[in-house]
């Protein structure tokens, strides 16, 4: 008995769904499947987050960094930052106790001071200087109150005295 009214449960809601289908724009069709991703995708992400899946949470990473109000970074380099940020939590230069404390030097590797920039190898002085400045315009600490950025300005400029120090002099 009750597989016949689960039967005719789900036949009902197939059948109100087919209707409401077929009577409607395309277009508010369109617009609805697309909210329904939205929403899905962003209760997933939290959910993933939650468990601590954080490879899975990227998307909700996003929308998390957009809302902190850091001036100026696009997706692909908050992905950037991210990754970086990963990579020196698990090489433990970047730890939950370190975040917004000032210490000394973490010992950025040359490999590292570059990813960081956003450089490669063989690049000239000037433009290390101009990638190091563009970064520190965005997350200064002066340039976003409202985020902690001490930690990430400190890796930055790091970074930048180990490309002088080791390419350059």
């Given at each position: 008995?009750?597989?016949?009214?689960?039967?005719?449960?789900?036949?009902?809601?197939?059948?109100?769904?087919?209707?409401?289908?077929?009577?409607?724009?395309?277009?508010?069709?369109?617009?609805?499947?697309?909210?329904?991703?939205?929403?899905?995708?962003?209760?997933?992400?939290?959910?993933?987050?939650?468990?601590?899946?954080?490879?899975?949470?990227?998307?909700?990473?996003?929308?998390?960094?957009?809302?902190?109000?850091?001036?100026?970074?696009?997706?692909?380099?908050?992905?950037?930052?991210?990754?970086?940020?990963?990579?020196?939590?698990?090489?433990?230069?970047?730890?939950?106790?370190?975040?917004?404390?000032?210490?000394?030097?973490?010992?950025?590797?040359t490999d590292e001071a570059y990813?960081?920039?956003?450089?490669?190898?063989?690049?000239?002085?000037?433009?290390?200087?101009?990638?190091?400045?563009n970064l520190q315009k965005k997350?200064?600490?002066?340039?976003?109150?409202?985020?902690k950025t001490e930690r990430l300005?400190?890796?930055?400029?790091?970074?930048?005295?180990?490309?002088?120090?080791?390419?350059?002099?």
């Open positions: 008995m009750n597989l016949f009214l689960i039967g005719i449960i789900i036949f009902v809601i197939v059948y109100l769904f087919l209707n409401w289908f077929a009577s409607t724009s395309s277009k508010k069709i369109a617009t609805t499947i697309k909210k329904i991703v939205v929403y899905l995708s962003l209760i997933l992400a939290a959910l993933l987050t939650i468990g601590g899946k954080y490879i899975f949470s990227l998307p909700f990473l996003f929308v998390i960094l957009s809302g902190l109000k850091i001036k100026g970074l696009t997706a692909i380099q908050m992905l950037q930052l991210w990754r970086l940020i990963q990579f020196l939590k698990n090489s433990g230069r970047f730890s939950q106790g370190q975040f917004g404390k000032s210490q000394g030097s973490s010992s950025v590797t990813k960081l920039l956003g450089l490669k190898k063989g690049v000239s002085k000037e433009e290390v200087l101009r990638a190091a400045n997350i200064h600490p002066d340039m976003n109150r409202e985020v300005s400190q890796l930055v400029n790091e970074a930048k005295e180990k490309i002088i120090k080791t390419d350059f002099s």
